[in-house]
């Protein structure tokens, strides 16, 4: 499998709020793709960007900090793209994930993410994997931080639910039940 989690890899930004990103899940084989407007309203397909042909192939890492998560597109150690931010605390409440990395169609293995540029353009790229562990797996590492980063603020916050433990079950009763038997002679 070509996707691992980097759990381990912290890096620290000086100045910044967030100090410290966290790498969640790296896939070393990554194909890009112009995604090109909308066809229709019900969203992208993989069909429509000459799979065969990929703008170009890449690495690609999802990072995450305190407040947000982003996906970035390395190539030959250059940052190519970076999405836009995914913010961490409102995803899932204010806006489905799939406004942020929004599946194909067709395909289990392609998505769409709105793209900045290090030269500030913002673009739609869509972008996909040999593998379908490999989507999986990147769309679990996301699902779990955001549910991660959500708990602990729930926590903190004292909005979460406290956990109760079930009530002691009833105490058995041990008494002698009277039987009755009734006998039926048949002929």
Known sequence: MAAKAAV???TAKPGAVDSIEQTLITCKECFVYPAGPRKNAAGFQAKDWDLEKPAF???VKARS???A????FWK???LMCTSVAIPLLTVKKDKPLSAYIEPVLDSSRYFVVRA???DRRTVMIGFGFRNRNDAFDLT???NDRISRVQRLHEMDSGTAVKYAPPPPPPPLQHTAYSIQCTRYDLI
């Open 8 to 10: 381990t890899e912290l």
């Open 116 to 118: 900045q540029t290090p």
């Open 76 to 78: 030959d150690g250059n």
């Open 65 to 67: 900090s305190e407040s």
């Open 57 to 59: 192939t890449c690495e």
């Open 69 to 72: 998560m982003s996906i970035q």
């Open 140 to 142: 679990a590492a996301l």
